[in-house]
């Protein structure tokens, strides 16, 4: 699979799926990588506690405007990476072209990532850590 173009989706687009991007960005500066969400919550920046998270690891994420995930950019996108099943199934229900290059972040550990919106500080930190790590798994397979 020749991979130019990734897209990744959670639900609002303000917590974990801006996380993911950036950290693949600094990972694959060659990619081109967007994130989206499924009821995205346009206009918005990413949540205060992802942006704190990311600048830990030292990288800046004030810049991010949330977007809603629409056909076209499912169309441009060679991996789509979604942090659950339900997401994959919705997806790949809602847009029938998607299939087969639509997985989980968490692929390769057979894991969701859970939804720290709302949440306190410590659990962003912990969804962090395991998006770093499910980006570590694509790392041989990108």
């Known amino acids: 699979?020749?991979?130019?173009?990734?897209?990744?989706?959670?639900?609002?687009?303000?917590?974990?799926?801006?996380?993911?991007?950036?950290?693949?960005?600094?990972?694959?500066?060659q990619l081109h990588v967007e994130s989206a969400g499924i009821s995205g919550l346009i206009g918005h920046n990413a949540d205060d506690k992802a942006i704190l998270c990311m600048q830990r690891h030292g990288i800046d994420m004030q810049a991010h405007v949330a977007k809603k995930l629409n056909a076209e950019l499912i169309k441009k996108s060679d991996l789509i990476l979604v942090m659950s099943q339900n997401q994959q199934k919705h997806i790949e229900q809602t847009w029938p072209f998607s299939k087969g290059k639509t997985f989980r972040l968490g692929h390769?550990?057979?894991?969701?990532?859970?939804?720290?919106y709302q949440h306190e500080q410590a659990v962003f930190d912990d969804t962090c850590q395991l998006i770093q790590n499910c980006i570590s798994d694509w790392k041989k397979h990108i």
């Open 108 to 116: 390769w550990q057979g894991k969701n990532v859970p939804d720290p």
């Open 1 to 29: 699979m020749h991979i130019q173009n990734i897209l990744v989706v959670c639900i609002g687009n303000i917590c974990r799926s801006p996380m993911a991007e950036y950290f693949l960005k600094q990972e694959f500066p």
